[in-house]
Structure formats: structure tokens, C-alpha cells
């Protein structure tokens, strides 16, 4: 947030820090992590340190369990691209998806993309905590995303609520309320095309618009939504691995 101070002397500019909690940011992925995280331009400190909003939070404000009734609306209707990795392995055709990934922080405006991912290793691949599908699995998906209901569950249990039964229910029962379908029509996964990294993108919750789940939108598409929650400098250093004296400076 911008301060502007307009005197009949030169203009004094001075920079306060947002408050807010829940803080968007629109356009190219690449373009707006290191800004979200370090809350930084060019250099000046315009913001609190942020993380990348997670499936499950995500969840838990389009629930209304956030004391924020504003955000609560506004995140129920947009999609928005998470701080879940999706990774295709370009040796097996395998796809992760790995909650937090340090990876994802390591984005930049310089980073080198292949086909709007980020190209991963096989040892990087090997490396990467998650849920994995199949070659097989991960087919059906990206043809059928609606398909192998019992496994489209446990993924969206076991990796996205990272484990939270209750919250999975919860949310399941809410998406179906709102748009009028059950869950072998509501919240399906798209996996990626093309092999490297990418952000798993939850869509917005309405009649249309289902809360699917996207790992196959690339790092640099032009409308792009992330949003930052606010976190004190060392847990975000902790969880993206950037030196804390970066982020405190």
C-alpha cells in the first residue's frame, strides 16, 4: 500500500504496511510469489511476509470459519492458485502433488519455464512429499476428472485437507449444497499435460463452477490469482527456506 503526500516542495513518498490478513495478488505466477512472500517492492518493505494460501485454508475461509466475512465472499467466487505443487515426472508420467513444496517459493521473474512449468529433475521428483497417481491414474484424470471417485476422495482427504476428515465432509457437503450436484460431479482434478511443476489451482464455488481442482494451468498465464496470509518472518522462512535476514531486512 501506497502513501502519497503531495506538497507545493518535492513529493514525499512514504510506505506503510498492509494489515491485512488475506491478501490477493493478480496476473503471471512468476511474477508475484517473491512479492507476496517477502512483502517487498523494489526493495522496500510494503507489506507483512506472506504464505501461500493452502487447499485447506482455502477451504476453511470459503467455509466461513475465518473472522473476515469479506474474504469469506470474495474467495468463495474466484479460483485461486495454491500453495500446492503439481508435479508430472518426465521419466513415468507419474504425478505428485506435494502441499507447500519449497520449490514454489524458489519462483521468480527470471525463472526459465518449458511450456508454463517449471522443469523438474527425476531426483527432484524422487525428493518431493505428496500424493502420487499412477501413469494410469493420473491418464484418467486429466481425460475423465470427475472419475475413480473413492481415489479423488482420499486425494482431496489425504493431501489437500491434509488429512482432516471432518473438513472433507464438511467441504463436500457445502459444494454440493451450493451448486446442486454430489460429489461424483463436483470437485474433480485436472492433471497436467506437460512434465514439470505447477500450481494446483481450486476453482471458485457457484452453480457452474465446482470447485474442481487444476494442476495443468502454467506458471506464467496472464491471469493468475494467488493469495498471501499474513505469517510472522520465521515461519515463513522455515516453510519456503529463504534466509530469515532476507525477509527481515
Known amino acids: 500500500m501506497v502513501k502519497q503526500t503531495f506538497l507545493t516542495?518535492?513529493?514525499i513518498?512514504?510506505?506503510?504496511i498492509d494489515e491485512r490478513v488475506y491478501k490477493?495478488?493478480?496476473?503471471?505466477?512468476v511474477d508475484l510469489i517473491q512479492r507476496l512472500v517477502t512483502g517487498k517492492e523494489n526493495g522496500v518493505k510494503v507489506d507483512h511476509t506472506r504464505l501461500l494460501i493452502s487447499p485447506k485454508d482455502l477451504a476453511i475461509a470459503i467455509l466461513g470459519r475465518i473472522n473476515s466475512k469479506y474474504d469469506?465472499?470474495?474467495?468463495n467466487g474466484v479460483y485461486v492458485d495454491t500453495s500446492t505443487a503439481v508435479i508430472k515426472d518426465s521419466e513415468t508420467g507419474r504425478?505428485?502433488?506435494?502441499s507447500g513444496n519449497p520449490l514454489i517459493y524458489t519462483l521468480n521473474t527470471k525463472t526459465e519455464l518449458e511450456s508454463g512449468k517449471l522443469i523438474i529433475t527425476p531426483e527432484q521428483y524422487a525428493q518431493a512429499e505428496g500424493f502420487e497417481l499412477t501413469k494410469e491414474q493420473a491418464e484418467l484424470f486429466r481425460n475423465y476428472p470427475y472419475s475413480q471417485k473413492i481415489l479423488r476422495r482420499k486425494v482431496w482427504e489425504k493431501e489437500f485437507m491434509e488429512g482432516d476428515v471432518q473438513l472433507t465432509k464438511?467441504?463436500?457437503t457445502y459444494v454440493e449444497q451450493k451448486t446442486g450436484y454430489k460429489f461424483d460431479k463436483i470437485m474433480g482434478l485436472y492433471t497436467p499435460t506437460n512434465d514439470g511443476l505447477s500450481l494446483?489451482?481450486?476453482?471458485r464455488v457457484d452453480g457452474s463452477d465446482r470447485s474442481d481442482a487444476d494442476g495443468d494451468y502454467g506458471l506464467d498465464y496472464d491471469i493468475g490469482r494467488l493469495v498471501g496470509v499474513a505469517a510472522e518472518p520465521h515461519i515463513v522462512a522455515e516453510k519456503t527456506r529463504i534466509p530469515l535476514e532476507q525477509l527481515i531486512q
Not at 13 to 16: F, M
Not at 24 to 29: L, M, S, T
Not at 95 to 98: E, G, I, L, N, Q
Not at 200 to 203: I, Q
Open 9 to 11: 516542495r518535492p513529493v
Open 13 to 16: 513518498v512514504t510506505k506503510t
Open 24 to 29: 490477493h495478488f493478480e496476473g503471471r505466477n
Open 72 to 75: 469469506t465472499e470474495y474467495l
Open 95 to 98: 504425478v505428485k502433488f506435494s
Open 170 to 172: 464438511d467441504y463436500i
Open 200 to 203: 494446483l489451482c481450486v476453482d
